[in-house]
């Protein structure tokens, strides 16, 4: 066995872009073969029907404008949902592709909530793969089985079974989202909105109408197939770029253009794909819910004429920051406050991808996603006149806001650390199959198959044991006080952290290596978020409290690199784990789910 060789260079990761475009065509070309039915689109009526002229655009599903019906309460319900997987060919951005839908959906249902409530999700599967599904952003605190992770709280829900999630929501409001967590597939369509509110959010009466912009990149080959792409040689460790992007499920492509050459002519393209659009009211306040529901792009989200108000990231309130464009990285969440305060017209909505992020070129895609704003009373057939901010607000590398923005409204103590980890995240190739892998130390993570590390660690398994070589890198953590991680990033990319069950304090972050005492960490009312963009080449600190029993992912959330490996778990209170009352119909779904099929 040879040694792991660090990647050296930028040119390492670079593929031969040849060889990505033929492969990318003759996937098309096999996938265009497949044609379905066309997806049930979100019922649009009941909205404000005057922008129904503009003969292109795209009502957003209505259950993304919030309700005012919806009862924000302190009094306990229970939320029920029955939903269905399936695979069906639908075309969000006009090209005809197979997804992976829930109810036939895209984006997916909205789960809706108060805090306090419990949430019950009977989820069942009519894909050929095993599948889970992830509440992005619940703590699950005491009930760590129900965080949908496959391979690490659960096995796959096998085909054609059901299995029903179930799980209260004590403590925490805001924006948060629901998507699959097995291999890749909420690339394919998996994803929609979770949502939480509270009579005690700090921002409530700030204003009137609370919306869900779900933006995300889009890929016209399925992930699966890309993942073996990217997970061999041909790639040299280049990600697949994507070819375009939606907001609330809709997007547009240009079908003529060099990019037809990528696709078979029987693949179904309609250029004319309607956007969303979005109707305003002058003088009305809206409370916009970003959510990035994507799997490797970060974005730069603006809407021409108007200022934003930042107000809540990932689930935790923040003091009022105005920003006019927001770097949203991948499972990021923002809330912010939109003041209808312009002339009556049409305006843009851009989400813009960063495309300095990517490795290669992608000449097919338009980096702009748009969505059109449109004011009652304004011309309903005249698309947006409106120019984007001037460019001075753009921000060339893929990092968050800095941490001098973002305050939490409520501060809380920041725990003292009783332990410190250091880890580091980096890309390597093992020379033996020439394969770029992402490491988290000298770990690259695969999913057991048959298998969770949650039911591990209750049968007493100690797999985890550094010395002997395995594909899970797992921390017990026994402290019930602060721990404080220091994630050093050793790639030239940045990687959006994802930590299951927890917010975590940032306590700081910076470029290079991070140097003890060196740079100073804010310890007073620091930024709390459950993801943080760790810059290229760069270090973060991070603190949180391990209150909560569990085995809890922590993960790079750009889909390919959480496939690669870049995932690592903490064993939180081993003694508790043990008592833990775990459904045997959980254990039972283990010794079905070997079956991953292509
Ligand atoms: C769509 O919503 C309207 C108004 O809420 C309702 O009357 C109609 O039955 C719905 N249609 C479908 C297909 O659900
Ligand atoms: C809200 O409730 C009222 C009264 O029950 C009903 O008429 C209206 O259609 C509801 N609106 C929505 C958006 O559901
Ligand atoms: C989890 O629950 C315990 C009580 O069982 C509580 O002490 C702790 O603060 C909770 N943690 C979170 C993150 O909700
Ligand atoms: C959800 O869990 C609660 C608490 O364990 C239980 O009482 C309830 O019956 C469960 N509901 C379903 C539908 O399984
Ligand atoms: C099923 O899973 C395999 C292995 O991850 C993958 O290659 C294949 O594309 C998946 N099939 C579908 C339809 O998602
Ligand atoms: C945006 O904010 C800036 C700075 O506060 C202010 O000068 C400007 O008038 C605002 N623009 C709009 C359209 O509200
Ligand atoms: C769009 O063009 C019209 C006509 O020139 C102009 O009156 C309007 O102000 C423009 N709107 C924006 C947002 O620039
Ligand atoms: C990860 O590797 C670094 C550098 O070798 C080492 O200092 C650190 O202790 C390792 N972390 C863990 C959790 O093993
Ligand atoms: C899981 O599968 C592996 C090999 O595929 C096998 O060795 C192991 O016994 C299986 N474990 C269980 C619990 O079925
Ligand atoms: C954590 O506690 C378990 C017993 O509950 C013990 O076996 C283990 O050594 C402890 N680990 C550490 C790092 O203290
Ligand atoms: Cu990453």
Known sequence: MEKPQKKKNVLLRRPLVSIAI????????????????????????????????FAEAWNQPSEFLLSKNFSITRTPTTRYYEWTISQQTIAPDGLERPMLLVNGMFPGPLVEANT????????????????????????????NWMDGTVGITQCPIPSGQSFTYNFTVPNQWGTYWWHAHAASQYIDGIYGPLIIHSPDEPHLADYQEDIIMMIADHYHTDSGSLVSWYLSPESEGAEPVPDSGVINGRGTFDCS????????????????????????????????????????????????????TVIEADGVDMQPVQVQRLPIHV????????????????????ALMNTNCFNTPN??????????????????????????????????????LTLDMLKPYFPVPVPPAD?????????????KDHVNMGYMNQ???????????????????????ATSPSSQLVIPLNTTNGVQLVLNNLDEGSHPFHFHGHVFHVLGWGHGNYQPGVTPLE??????????????????????????PGMWAMHCHISWHSESGLMVQFESLPDRIRAMDIPAEMKAMCAASNTMKS
């Not at 059109?372 to 060339?396: C, F, K, L, R």
């Open 22 to 53: 033929l492969l990318v065509a003759v996937l098309a070309l096999v996938l265009g073969l497949v044609f379905g039915l066309r997806a049930r689109h979100h019922n649009s009526s009941g909205l404000d029907s005057s922008g129904s002229d």
């Open 419 to 431: 332990v410190s980890y250091h880890l580091d995240i980096s890309f390597q190739t093992i020379s």
């Open 257 to 308: 253009g060099d990019a037809q050459a990528l696709f078979p002519t029987g693949n179904k393209c309609n250029n004319g794909a309607p956007m969303s659009l979005f109707n305003f009211k002058a003088g009305t306040t809206y409370r916009v819910r970003i959510i990035n529901a994507g799997g490797f792009a970060d974005f730069q989200f603006s809407i021409d004429n108007h200022n934003l």
């Open 363 to 400: 000449p097919a895609l338009n980096p702009s996603i748009q969505a059109i704003i449109h004011y009652e009373g304004a011309a309903s057939t005249q698309s947006p006149n409106s120019t984007d901010w001037s460019s001075s607000a753009w921000v060339a590398v893929c990092v968050d």
């Open 523 to 548: 310890l007073v009312n620091p930024l709390r978020r459950d993801t943080i963009t760790i810059p290229a080449y760069g270090w973060t600190v991070v603190r949180f409290v391990n209150d909560n």
């Open 331 to 350: 499972a990021q969440r923002y809330s912010v406050l939109v003041h209808a305060n312009q002339a009556v017209d049409n305006y843009w909505v851009r």
């Open 443 to 465: 770990t690259s993570w695969r999913p057991l198959m048959n298998d969770s590390t949650l039911f591990q660690s209750q049968r007493g398994i100690s797999t985890f044991d």
């Open 116 to 143: 306090g409530d419990r949430i019950v999700v009977k989820v069942t599967n009519n894909i050929v793969n095993g599948t889970a599904i992830h509440w992005h952003g619940m703590f699950q605190n005491g009930t």
